[in-house]
């Protein structure tokens, strides 16, 4: 990922005072104990020493110089991780040279060393108490992240749904001070609920339409990099279809906890109409320079404000307590939690704005939640509080400077497990297979025979998606999950487009019985298709059909055993499996393909361990 900059920020400011507060209190503290222990420079008691600057009128014990140096450079390393270790080179220069010009004992750098490490070590956290006290518009905002599939099957877990949605339903309709809650970004739990609950869909539609309930835009929460760029975009288009169904979609782009986000998501959403995007894994060391809100550039030069969650969606649970919580106990809560929250969220701000994420995997709405946002107006006199969703806390967002480009696939704030790429493998290629019949096969045969067929590969495309929230497409859920739940989706998707295809084909090509190949590109190309069961190289015409006949492939052939060339390529088999390629024209050469290598693992569905 690329990191750029224009302006310093509200960030840039709590950098510049972390690095201000490493530095000069060290220095004028190891001044202060040169008083103390009155200890003579080298240059006075050793005969001979020349001194190379100025001549120094204080004492030598312990060094200031030395003191600010590393205490700049430990804050700095705090602040920006990318400059940590040229930062401390530097300090080390400087405490080196205070011995070669004489006027310093390697022990007084010593000490000098160790009380700027002390005082760069703390800055951060003086910096966070200092910034806590300063007014600001905090965000609380009510939401749950409700996985569909994951420790236990979907039905389970939609009995859950149920019981949820029907307290969050009773309790917005009978509490007007809990004005707003964000349902997850995603649309497919209201379809589950109302399957079981239909008589409940004028009470959603009517939360949606006053803007109290949140749903969208997504259809189901993705691992956006496990899926095609096609199936984000379906993902989409069937959350905002849901979501106008109900009233109206969320107007920010809330994704909760995917591992990782491609390089192109900022393209796909700006094309749908949105400029704001909410997530919470995914940053590395840029986030200490970033804070918790920059501008995501595509490769398309596409931009979005980013909001990066830094203390994770959960940030501000512990404001939840039990029902049955005495008012003064709740109140002495929150002004216990409080300080250690504001510690964590407000060294990053980019902006007076705060996010108090209150909810958690599978949570039910918190009743008492407009009691704790009192507690904290009056823990907190100087800052506003109020329950709010997430449209208007991106609206207070401030375009900030800070520009990042490219994927985000690191962890520093929150693991990104990208070691589900490899878990349960079938599933992987079972969905790759699914989504190229229904791109590859389906759609532009619908396309070229008058898309008679849209709404059945429709429902597919619907069933496909049901295979792809994070924990079910990761294959990190329970057995059952992936053994039970899943593969009837993927055969259902299979079947029933393998007869789409079927039929569609069947109508392009017309009566007769001679084989035709047909394509979806609209130029004349050359293919291998299957005819007569042989691999046959044939003559595709653009957009249309044309007989399948067999056309000159530049004579394969097999100069010895184990070897393949057709004249631009040599293949070279080895006993193993393993085989070489060799281009012929450039004479570039890929040795060692095909390894396959098995081994123990001893980590779980996420992180892979070798057990050698």
């Known amino acids: 990922a690329g990191l750029r900059a224009r302006g310093i920020g509200r960030r840039g400011w709590a950098i510049v005072l972390t690095i201000a507060l490493g530095l000069a209190p060290a220095w004028i503290v190891a001044d202060l104990l040169k008083v103390v222990f009155q200890r003579p420079r080298p240059f006075t008691v050793i005969p001979g020493a020349d001194v190379l600057i100025a001549t120094p009128t204080t004492f030598s014990f312990p060094s200031g110089d030395t003191a600010g140096a590393f205490g700049a450079a430990v804050a700095l390393g705090h602040a920006l991780p990318r400059l940590r270790w040229p930062a401390i080179v530097i300090a080390s220069g400087i405490a080196l040279a205070r011995i070669a010009i004489g006027v310093h004992y390697p022990g007084d750098i010593a000490a000098g060393a160790a009380i700027g490490i ?9 910096v966070a108490e200092l910034l806590r006290r300063l007014p600001w518009t905090i965000y609380v905002v009510p939401h749950t992240h409700w996985d569909r599939e994951w420790y236990s099957r979907f039905e389970t877990y939609r009995a859950r749904l149920v019981r949820m949605v029907g307290k969050l339903l009773d309790l917005m309709e009978r509490d007007e001070r809990f004005t707003q809650f964000t349902f997850d970004g995603h649309t497919i739990w209201a379809e589950d609920h109302l ?7 004028p009470r959603i ?37 849901v979501s106008g169904e109900l009233g109206r979609a969320m107007r920010v782009c809330y994704v909760a906890d995917p591992f990782g986000h491609p390089a192109q998501m900022p393209q796909i959403v700006r094309g749908f109409g949105y400029t704001t995007y909410v997530f919470a894994r995914g940053v590395g060391d840029e986030g200490e320079e970033l804070g918790s809100a920059f501008q995501w550039e595509a490769p398309s030069g596409d931009r979005i404000v980013a909001s990066h969650q830094v203390a994770h969606y959960d940030n501000a649970l512990a404001l939840v307590g039990e029902g049955d919580e005495p008012p003064d106990r709740l109140r002495r809560r929150v002004r216990r939690i409080l300080p250690p929250l504001l510690r964590v969220t407000v060294p ?51 375009t900030p400077p800070g520009v990042l480009s490219g994927e985000m696939v690191a962890g520093k704030y ?15 290629q079972a969905n790759v297979e699914c989504e190229r019949l229904l791109l590859e096969r389906c759609e532009p045969l619908d396309a070229l025979t008058g898309g008679t067929a849209r709404e059945r590969i429709r429902s597919l495309w619907r069933t496909l998606l049901e295979n792809h929230p994070h924990d079910s497409i990761c294959g990190c859920g329970i057995d059952d999950v992936h053994d039970l739940d899943m593969p009837p989706r993927f055969e259902r998707v299979r079947t029933e487009g393998a007869a789409i295809v079927g039929e569609l084909a069947a109508r392009l090509a017309g009566s007769g019985d001679r084989i ?32 399948a006949s067999a056309v000159a492939g530049g004579g394969v ?16 088999v080895a006993p193993d499996g393993t085989f070489a390629v060799t281009d012929l024209a450039s004479g570039d050469r890929w040795e060692r393909q095909n390894v396959l290598v098995d081994d123990g693992d001893r980590g779980d569905e996420y992180t892979y361990s070798y057990a050698g």
């Open 195 to 201: 399957a079981i609950r239909p008589e409940d869909r």
């Open 118 to 126: 002390a005082f760069g070590s703390v800055a951060p956290f003086a």
């Open 205 to 241: 539609e009517r939360l949606v339409r006053s803007d109290r309930l949140l749903v969208g835009p997504w259809y189901v929460l993705a691992d956006y990099l496990l899926v095609s760029g096609e199936s984000i975009l379906r993902n989409f288009q069937e959350g905002l279809r």
């Open 516 to 547: 035709v190949v047909w394509s979806a590109l609209p130029w004349d190309r050359r293919a291998v298709v299957e005819v007569d069961g042989r691999p046959t190289l044939v003559r595709c015409e653009g957009l249309g059909v044309a007989p």
């Open 348 to 398: 990053y701000a980019q902006s007076d704005s705060l996010l108090f994420m209150v909810g958690s995997d599978h949570t039910e709405p918190y009743e008492r939640l407009p009691e704790a946002v009192d507690a904290i107006r009056a823990a907190q006199p100087a800052s506003s509080a109020r329950i709010a969703g997430l449209e208007a806390f991106a609206a207070s967002l401030r």
């Open 557 to 572: 052939r097999s100069p010895a055993d184990g070897v393949v060339e057709n004249g631009r390529l040599r293949v070279e």
């Open 414 to 428: 929150r693991p990104i497990l990208r070691g589900v790429n490899s878990t349960r493998v079938w599933i992987k």
